[in-house]
């Protein structure tokens, strides 16, 4: 006598094929393995941020500044011109009649300047060291140099500077112009250029660069000593 074996779903169990030869588990890494790298980009991320952030206030901070003191440009300017002595010597061509043309001249001057610094500002002004050039038809002649100082809100402050030309040497042409100025016209026209670089300080912060370009004409009599003329322009405020 044979009994039935009733096969339920509880007691089944499926047969499941072999692997193929080529088959090759996968191996899945731990993804705590992965966690450092993730943290340290995380990390970068925040900073990043969070400089970012700090950079933006502090812009922020600059502009309500500036935007409440509202800075001006410095205003340097220069007021006298003192002429404290001139000099010219020439080399005449022995075939020529007239003391006008001559083969060189030399000339030796020394010109006292006098600026004037202005500050209407509610801050302080940070001037950097400053050299004007004294020329003669384009020639440059000499130099003169300003120290860089600082100058405090709401001030005006003097500065003296010389500038001191000793036996420079002109060509026939040249010479011959400057003769002529000084004996014919008694009338040496020079010209005096320079940049004033200047920074304004905010709170314990320095603005950027500010420049200042001066050029002056100026008209000095040798008979005299003295000078005659004086005209001064500025290019304005440059970045």
Do not use: W
Request: proline share 8%; net charge positive.
């Amino acid at each position: 006598m044979t009994s039935d074996t009733t096969i339920t779903p509880h007691n089944r169990h499926p047969i499941r094929p072999p692997p193929p030869s080529n088959y090759h588990p996968h191996y899945y890494p731990n993804s705590s393995t992965s966690s450092p790298s993730a943290s340290i980009k995380g990390c970068c991320c925040c900073l990043f941020l969070l400089f970012s952030f700090l950079a933006l206030v502090a812009v922020a901070v600059v502009l309500v500044v500036l935007l409440a003191l509202k800075p001006k440009k410095p205003e340097f300017s220069l007021q006298q011109v003192g002429v404290q002595y001139i000099n010219l010597a020439s080399t005449t061509n022995p075939s020529s009649q007239t003391i006008t043309s001559p083969e060189s001249a030399s000339l030796s001057l020394a010109i006292r300047m006098l600026f004037t610094a202005k500050n209407d500002n509610k801050v302080g002004i940070k001037y950097e060291d400053s050299t004007f050039n004294i020329m003669y038809r384009g020639i440059p002649l000499g130099r003169g140099s300003v120290p860089g100082f600082y100058q405090p809100a709401h001030s005006v402050r003097q500065l003296q500077t010389t500038v001191t030309v000793d036996r420079v040497s002109l060509m026939q042409s040249d010479a011959a112009n400057l003769i002529s100025d000084a004996i014919t016209n008694d009338r040496v026209e020079l010209r005096i250029m320079g940049d004033v670089r200047a920074k304004i300080r905010i709170i314990g912060l320095t603005s950027p660069g500010v420049q200042v370009s001066i050029d002056c004409a100026i008209a000095i009599s040798p008979k005299k000593q003295s000078l005659i003329y004086k005209q001064c322009g500025f290019d304005g405020l440059q970045l």
